[in-house]
């Protein structure tokens, strides 16, 4: 039987990220001032100059710091696997290949850019970084990227999240995060919502606005988001730069490349290494998987808006259902936003990637098949990527071709068994798309004029 694990060694992990903006047949729009509208960079009160220049930067590679490959090396490379029993079980006669991204500490992909994050911003002489957190995945990556790095950490926690994942927010203050539930009071938006709701169940936009306050008010405090920014992409990079090296040692070459996307950090780190081989003529199928109750690139325009609910973050080109959409709470957390990474969206509209979009249970009926083949859990996210994966592998076997599917892995599901559970039981419920709230949402966007 072929091989089941492809591993590299410590020194294959890559040195240098890949930064796709060096490739781009046409250049990214730039970022817009969410009060002028002029074209503008991200708020240098907020980020590291370093992480501004690396959002903006057109070299093809950017060195990673001997500092942040010293502490990838504690989980990465992380393994390729060849689903051979997956394979058996869907009676395909695809290849599929998964990168397994819940190997690192953090159980997410989200750990690659954590770490970076840390590393900038303490290079800056920064002592705290404060972010958001929903569910809690985020703000476990950054924890431990703060704790590895030296760094404080203050986690603001959507408060039903704090107060329904308890294990998450230990998790993170095991790694010495500060975590409050938001609306919280140590921010002035947190006190004057708690002032007019002191049941405020809060919202990830209420949260942002306090990390985004925190790190706007203190000189020793930079903010810090999970997804989404070109740089966040670029820091992902690693794991399609690991999985390019892999493939040549199974001797394969993907056909289709699957990848679940909330802001569109983990499928781009998978497939934008491949980028370069796609211009250059190799046929890869590029699809990104969305939830149907949140389907910002196979609903939602091409057009301007702002990153953020509150309309103060700055206003990027991108696929968007609206900022003010907010989405239902299907289990994928990390799958609730309203707009794509413009790197994401840029290429989609240059027809690089294509987008489907599937619906609650269905995702997990594939995740559980999934577990029962492969032995992991797969977050609810990633279930996304899955089930395309199983339609892909279906078209496989009524045509008789022998594709090579690799598929985003993008972590595992350790906390998501209340949702499993809600499954199992048979109550797990779909959430149709809901089109009159988009419809609100996407009469207010911003006019901005193009030159
Ligand atoms: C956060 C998260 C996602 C969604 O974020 P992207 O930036 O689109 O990758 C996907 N999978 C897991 C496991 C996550 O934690």
Not at 105 to 123: F, I, M, W
Not at 186 to 211: F, H, M, Q, V, Y
Not at 354 to 365: G, L
Not at 424 to 437: A, H, I, N, R, V
């Amino acid at each position: 039987m072929d091989q089941t694990k492809y591993m590299l060694t410590e020194k294959e992990i890559p040195t240098a990220w890949y930064n796709v903006q060096a490739d781009l047949p046409k250049p990214l729009p730039p970022l817009r001032h969410p009060g002028t509208t002029e074209p503008t960079i991200l708020p240098p009160p907020l980020f590291p100059a370093s992480l501004n220049e690396q959002e903006h930067s057109k070299e093809r590679y950017i060195d990673i710091p001997e500092e942040i490959q010293q502490i990838y090396r504690l989980w990465r490379p992380t393994t390729l696997h060849r689903a051979h029993r997956l394979e058996k079980a869907l009676g395909t006669p695809a290849k599929i290949f998964y990168k397994y991204e819940g190997e690192s500490p953090a159980g997410s992909h989200k750990l690659n850019t954590a770490v970076a994050q840390a590393y900038y911003a303490k290079k800056a002489g920064a002592k705290r970084l404060a972010t958001e957190t929903g569910a809690g995945q985020w703000g476990s990556a950054l924890s431990m990227g703060c704790c590895f790095m030296g760094l404080e950490c203050k986690v603001y926690m959507v408060k039903v999240s704090y107060h329904q994942k308890p294990y998450r927010r230990v998790l993170m203050e095991v790694f010495g995060a500060k975590v409050v539930p938001s609306p919280s009071q140590d921010t002035n938006i947190g006190r004057k919502i708690l002032g007019d709701d002191p049941n405020c169940s809060g919202s990830l936009g209420i949260a942002i606005s306090e990390a985004v306050e925190d790190a706007a008010t203190r000189d020793d405090t930079f903010y810090s988001l999970g997804s989404v920014l070109n740089h966040v992409l670029m820091h992902q990079t690693v794991i399609g730069l690991e999985t390019k090296k892999q493939l040549e040692k199974a001797d394969a070459y993907p056909d289709i490349i699957v990848g679940c996307i909330g802001g569109g950090s983990n499928f781009a780190g998978m497939f934008l290494p491949f980028v370069p081989d796609k211009l250059k003529g190799k046929k890869i199928q590029v699809i990104a998987v969305e939830p149907e109750a949140c389907p910002s690139i196979t609903k939602g325009p091409y057009t301007w808006d702002f990153g953020d609910v509150a309309g103060m973050a700055p206003i990027a080109k991108m696929h968007t259902l609206g900022h003010g959409f907010v989405p239902p709470p299907v289990h994928a957390g990390g799958l609730r936003y309203h707009g794509m990474a413009p790197i994401v969206s840029h290429l989609a509209n240059l027809g690089l990637v294509e987008a489907r979009a599937v619906n609650q249970t269905a995702i997990f009926r594939s995740a559980v098949e999934f577990a029962k083949a492969e032995g992991i859990i797969p977050a609810p996210e990633p279930a996304h990527a899955i089930k395309v994966v199983f339609d892909e592998a279906q078209k496989c076997k009524e045509s008789g071709e022998k594709k090579t599917i690799v598929l985003a892995l993008s972590g595992h599901g350790h906390f998501d068994l209340g949702a499993y559970d809600e499954y199992l039981s048979g109550k797990l419920q779909d959430y149709d798309y809901p089109k009159e709230m988009v419809a609100k949402a996407l009469a207010q966007l911003p006019k901005v004029v193009e030159a």
